[in-house]
């Protein structure tokens, strides 16, 4: 069974600071996507990175990078110069054969 | 590019009856996806449809949950009857075909039963 556990319920970073959120997952399968979704209020499910597990290098987008150790089924998002608009709720999220599983999420504060 | 469109934004029942969700996906997403997210959990996969077919509904609660696609663009989700475990939100996403091609999600049903 495929599952994506998020052991840090809440973190909190200060304004400007950096901050990484940890994700491990579980799979037997050799082709997979690994996913970071940022759930603001709105509870719109919003795209912040996306990896492919075939590639070996990290995927980067702005402020958002990730640290993708696949022997260790590790996925971990690191947000540089946080910002008021990085507080939210965030999932990490694993697809295969056309399924998302999504973990149980991370709350995160920004504090000024 | 109008995102995916859900209706209600908030509904509040009583147990044991009935309610239904709607959802309009992206213009030309041929696949559409149901989710439940409780409180405090992920998204979890309810059912998906490619075109008016189901893909998968191996958790969906059949005895008492409902969605259809029938022209295989909109499509109601129904609950008859509800059940307190019932309150989450309902997320609907489409994508342009199976897989994470255009994958975009609405902004959700929130439903409380009482």
């Known amino acids: 069974a495929q599952t994506v556990t998020q052991s840090q319920p809440e973190m909190s970073v200060q304004e400007a600071e950096t901050v990484t959120l940890s994700c491990t997952y579980d799979t037997s399968e050799s082709d997979y996507y690994l996913f970071w979704y940022k759930q603001p209020p709105s509870r719109q499910m919003i795209l912040v990175i996306r990896q492919e597990a075939y590639k070996q290098q990290n995927a980067t987008e702005n402020r958002f990078s990730v640290n993708f150790q696949k022997a260790a089924k590790s996925f971990s998002l690191k947000i540089s110069d946080s910002q008021l608009g990085d507080a939210a709720m965030y999932f990490c999220a694993y697809r295969a054969l056309n399924q998302f599983y999504f973990g149980t999420g991370t709350s995160l504060t920004v504090i000024p | 590019e109008a995102g995916v469109a859900q209706s209600p934004r908030y509904k509040i029942i009583e147990k044991r009856q009935s309610v239904a969700f709607w959802c309009n996906p992206i213009?030309?997403?041929?696949?559409l996806y149901w989710y439940q997210q409780i409180l405090g959990q992920g998204p979890k996969l309810l059912i998906q449809?490619?075109?008016?077919?189901?893909?998968?509904d191996s958790q969906l609660p059949k005895d008492r949950f409902s969605a259809e696609r029938l022209k295989g663009v909109d499509s109601t989700l129904k609950i008859q009857p509800a059940k307190l475990e019932d309150s989450a939100v309902y997320l609907c996403a489409s994508s342009l075909g199976p897989g994470e091609h255009g994958y975009t999600f609405g902004s959700g049903t929130r439903l409380t039963v009482v």
């Open positions: 449809f490619q075109n008016n077919g189901v893909v998968d």
């Open positions: 213009s030309g997403h041929a696949t």
